[in-house]
């Protein structure tokens, strides 16, 4: 069965650090674009980040560019999200899909559980 796992999130202060981990099995890792999304209470789902399948390139939603990187080790199947500086703002529940590259963003075939991320003032 297919499973994204994803991890890592907490409560922080503004301005700290967390990084979020997505490990995925049961469908061949190299052929997948892994994207976050994230959702908070009231608000649509949006994108955040996302690696692609065909080339390696990332991709960024503008509110979290330059402070967040996104990267992946196939060896271990997983992709990370290093969240620095963080904001309020970005509290949510964070999540992380498979897709056949990040173009179809919203349109990725497997969606994990997420994690929660809670930035404190």
């Known amino acids: 069965d297919v499973q994204l796992q994803a991890s890592g999130g907490g409560l922080v202060q503004a301005g700290g650090s967390l990084r979020l981990s997505c490990a995925a099995s049961?469908?061949?890792?190299?052929?997948?674009?892994i994207g976050w999304f994230r959702q908070a209470p009231g608000k649509e789902r949006e994108g955040v980040s996302c690696i692609s399948s065909s080339d390696g390139s990332t991709y960024y939603a503008d509110s979290v560019k330059g402070r967040f990187t996104i990267s992946s080790d196939n060896a271990k199947n997983t992709v990370y999200l290093q969240m620095n500086s963080l904001k309020p703002e970005d509290t949510a529940v964070y999540y992380c899909?498979?897709?056949?590259?990040?173009?179809?963003?919203?349109?990725?075939?497997?969606w994990g559980k997420g994690t929660q991320v809670t930035v404190s003032s």
């Open positions: 899909a498979a897709g056949s590259d990040c173009n179809v963003w919203y349109g990725m075939d497997y």
């Open positions: 049961g469908f061949t890792f190299d052929d997948y674009a």
